[in-house]
């Protein structure tokens, strides 16, 4: 009531700011104290937002990972990839130029939805499924992506899966983006001051115990096969309206964690960030005509299953 009240106080400026917030944080109306899944972006509301403001992998990816897979595989076209942890689809598309089939498999019944729903390519298909028991023959896979989703698997189990779906010579990329650096004209230094904030302060201990493997950058994820290739090349270039970029950090497992555990909270902690983003441009314009840049660095790692039989690590 505190929250409402000192909405309705607030100047008509503020109130459009404050609209264009809840429209993109989608806090406000949802019921934010249910039980979170042990599956992290099952409810249906955050698939939506996941497909709608998670960053996108591009083709450059894509192209690296086959050009891996054909210094050994030399079948023209490849046959089937499958991308574990696909979520609404982002990382599963770029895959189907290559590939005769592509298969994209998430534990989440809403987020397959949402990526079936979405999906114009005859070639692509998604099923509801895990890491740790993917649902295909054995030895019928030349790739295995997971797209900033490998470090939320059982690996023991997903390496025994991994080494009993891939054909031999088949190949595993894993690959995350990592937090963003923002920038805007000359306020470049203080949107990152005000972001670090945010990260590393009430929202960072809200994170799974699992999440530390992308603020280490994969560095010791574990991989299955010897001689793995790590790129740390690319990155992902976003611009995004500043309630957009609210949006994608409504995304966040963190942020749905601390609305469980701060029902009362109602949206304020990323209203208040956006309201310290958009003071921090010293802009006129409405949030909604405010666009900052956010780059995000991506690491891809890359191994190969033996030709030979070889029980994975």
């Not at 891996?68 to 023209?76: A, G, N, P």
Request: net charge neutral; glycine share 6%.
């Amino acid at each position: 009531m505190v929250f409402l009240k000192s909405l309705l106080r607030t100047p008509c400026r503020n109130l459009f700011f404050r609209a264009s917030f809840l429209k993109a944080s989608g806090c406000i109306g949802k019921n934010t104290t249910r039980n979170m899944s042990v599956h992290l972006f099952n409810e249906a509301d955050h698939a939506e937002l996941y497909q709608k403001y998670r960053p996108t992998y591009g083709p450059e990816l894509a192209e690296k990972i086959v050009t891996f897979v054909r210094e050994k595989l030399k079948t023209t076209p490849l046959d089937q990839a499958v991308d574990i942890g696909c979520g609404s689809g982002q990382s599963t598309v770029i895959l189907a130029p290559h590939f005769q089939r592509v298969t994209g498999i998430d534990v989440s019944e809403s987020q397959v939805a949402i990526a079936a729903a979405q999906n114009k390519l005859s070639n692509v298909q998604y099923r509801v499924g895990g890491a740790e028991h993917i649902p295909l023959p054995d030895s019928s896979v030349d790739l295995v992506t997971c797209g900033t989703s490998a470090h939320w698997f059982d690996f023991p189990k997903f390496h025994k899966e991994l080494d009993r779906v891939l054909r031999p010579l088949g190949c595993l990329a894993i690959y995350c983006y990592s937090i963003n650096y923002l920038s805007y004209k000359d306020v470049t230094q203080e949107l990152n001051r005000i972001f670090d904030e945010f990260y590393f302060g009430p929202i960072h201990d809200y994170w799974h115990e699992k999440r530390w493997h992308v603020d280490d950058k994969y560095q010791r994820i574990p991989m299955p096969y010897e001689g793995y290739v790590r790129d740390d090349s690319m990155t992902i270039e976003m611009d995004y309206t500043l309630p957009g970029y609210i949006g994608y950090l409504s995304t966040w497992s963190s942020y749905r964690e601390y609305c469980k555990r701060n029902p009362d909270d109602k949206g304020a902690i990323l209203q208040n960030l956006q309201q310290r983003l958009y003071e921090a441009t010293k802009t006129t314009k409405p949030p909604e005509e405010v666009i900052i840049h956010a780059s995000y660095p991506v690491v891809l790692l890359m191994a190969r299953k033996p030709h030979e039989e070889q029980t994975s690590s």
